[in-house]
């Protein structure tokens, strides 16, 4: 079902990025053109065929836009840098979400835990698919479309009422004691990507792990946001000194400066 949802997910985001493109209206400043793609990458692109797939990004991706935008921030400053760290920061609190719930039920048994990455799994697809709806959703009444708006908040309606279930059923599983032995004692999370790791695992399993793309991808986006995080911190108190009339006396602070603008 949530495949299927996806599907038409998927098609309605197709035509309407078509739509879109064709008439060679859309400006980089529209609110359907991901800002995180124009700033650097979408997180949407980075876990594409992993478990982690979050599946095709709502928003516009155009390389066209991206370049505008890159030679228009030249001259002014549109600070989208900070909804890209917004979205790179929340993708980076979801997982350490998964890292605090896989720690706390790294006990159980591997049925229990396959069952969990599951529902995990399909919450996190059902999540998409509500905030893709309520995107739509916007549009579509935007434009007047009523009909087709009730449509899509039954849908919507359907896909909260799921998402309860869901998320029901992993708190039931954490009440119900674990079925496991000892035997499972020897897991350990990743605290990376959240990812299940045995410590009786050999050094080639670790390296695949080390080296796998879902691995990898967390470790990028936590890179990027720390990265971005520190650049716009400094950037911030740049400003504020500039704005209380002080002077930046201290060399390594006036060399940082000079770098980043
Ligand atoms: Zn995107
Ligand atoms: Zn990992």
Partial sequence: MAAEQRKIIEQLMGSNLSNFTSRGQ???????????FLCGICPHDI???TKMDLGPCP?????????????????????YEWD??????????????????????????TEEI????????????????????IEE??????????????KHYIELRRLRTHRQELHQEVIS?????????????????????????SRLDNDRRLADHFSGKMHLGYAMLRNLAKDLRDQL?????????????????????????SMLT
């Fill in 26 to 36: 859309v400006h980089f400043t529209d609110r359907k053109v991901c800002r995180s």
């Fill in 47 to 49: 876990f594409t065929n």
């Fill in 59 to 79: 928003k516009i991706h155009s390389d066209k836009l991206k370049s505008d935008y890159e030679r228009a921030s030249y001259s002014h400053s549109y600070g």
């Fill in 84 to 109: 890209y760290l917004e979205d790179l920061e929340r993708h980076v609190d979801e997982c350490n979400r998964r890292i605090d719930i896989a720690e706390a039920r790294k006990e159980k048994t």
């Fill in 114 to 133: 396959e069952r969990t990455d599951e529902l995990m799994r399909e919450i996190a697809h059902t999540d998409h698919s509500i905030e893709v709806l």
């Fill in 137 to 150: 959703m916007k549009a579509l009444s935007q434009k007047g479309r009523v009909n087709q708006t009730m």
């Fill in 173 to 197: 599983m954490n009440e119900v004691p674990s079925q496991a032995g000892t035997t499972h004692q020897k897991l350990q999370v990743c605290d990376v990507c959240s990812a299940y790791l």
């Fill in 233 to 257: 911190e400094l950037q911030t108190s740049d400003k504020n000194e500039e704005e209380g009339g002080l002077e930046a006396e201290n060399q390594e602070y006036g060399e940082q400066h």
